[in-house]
């Protein structure tokens, strides 16, 4: 017995892999947080270059006419909104998250007295729901936008962002205000990152010389992507 104990004292062939076991949990739980916290600067950037991206479609797309104005029309937002799905289809941007398209304006319609700064339409995707996923600047009613009337219009506003940081557009014509709410689900569960709510904004002012009065939807007819809806 006493040689066999002095030989498992002195034995260092498999020192290595007890060093191996004894090391492993420590860099198993090191490993999963860069991991963890590697993927969620991914969703941080992926999310505002959705919102960029959606800003800057919608600001170029529509219709020309023949009196030489671009007319938006209900399809020309579905592909946009259709472009962020696939985009974000990675991370589930429209089941995780709520993605909201606004027209801020600065035009004076017809039944304006003097141009007036004001939300006109709101157009959304995504599942999510809640005040914390709903705009953060200001709503506008589901109608808004299906005809150039005033009962289908929006409020007048300041402008649109953060105190300090408001977005505003320039006198007759308009800007795409676009609004990214995500509830990033960790992959890990919460041991590194708990389940928290990612938000960006982007604007781009409007590209072309747009006909302002309404979103146009023309036969065959488009669905209307309101923000009364929630879809995927």
Known sequence: MIPLMHRLRTEIGAASLVEFGLALP?????????????????????VSQIALNL???????????????????EADINDVLQA???????IGIATNGRVTLSSLENIQQSYDKAPVQRIHWQRCIGLQS??????SYGSAPATAGIDATLGNAGTPTTGMGDTGYQVTAPSGAGVMFVEVNFNYQPMFSAMFIKNRQIHYTASFIVRDKRDFSQIFNPSPTAPRATCDLYTA
């Open 26 to 46: 420590i860099v198993f739980f090191l490993g999963a947080g860069g991991i963890e916290y590697a993927n969620l600067g991914r969703s941080q950037l992926l």
């Open 130 to 135: 809640g005040a914390s996923y709903t705009s």
């Open 84 to 90: 962020v799905r696939l985009q974000g289809n990675g």
């Open 55 to 73: 800003a800057d479609n919608a600001s170029r797309v529509g219709l020309t006419s023949n009196l030489a104005t671009t007319q938006l029309r």
